[in-house]
Nanobody, 128 residues
């Protein structure tokens, strides 16, 4: 059974940092595209970043470019989202999501329908 376990959220002050982790299990961690999404209260879920294993494409939402960095460690079956320079508007529940292919196109990476598996979410709260 494929499972994703997101962790690392918390409460930080504006300007602070957090590192989210998405631990995957139940499949060989060698062909994947893993994305981070977030959802704030009363807002739609939005794509934050994505990394794909085979073509090594990386994508970011414009709102987080230059502040967030996505990475993955195949040996640990884990993807990460390093979030620096956090802002109050980054406050949301963050989800990791998995597509079982190793390639990702830039025009669809932030489409929720593309991902078959989702983690449970981790809360990130940034105070001003």
């Amino acid at each position: 059974e494929v499972q994703l376990q997101a962790s690392g959220g918390g409460l930080v002050q504006a300007g602070g940092f957090l590192r989210l982790s998405c631990a995957a299990s139940g499949f060989p961690f060698d062909d994947y595209a893993i994305a981070w999404f977030r959802q704030a209260p009363w807002k739609e879920r939005e794509g934050v970043s994505c990394i794909s294993s085979n073509d090594r494409n990386i994508y970011y939402a414009d709102s987080v470019k230059g502040r967030f960095t996505i990475s993955s460690n195949n040996a640990k079956s884990t993807a990460y989202l390093q979030m620096n320079g956090l802002k109050p508007e980054d406050t949301a529940v963050y989800y990791c999501a998995l597509d079982r292919g190793g390639y990702m196109d830039g025009s669809v990476w932030n489409s929720t329908w593309l991902y078959d598996y989702w983690g449970q979410g981790t809360q990130v709260t940034v105070s001003s």
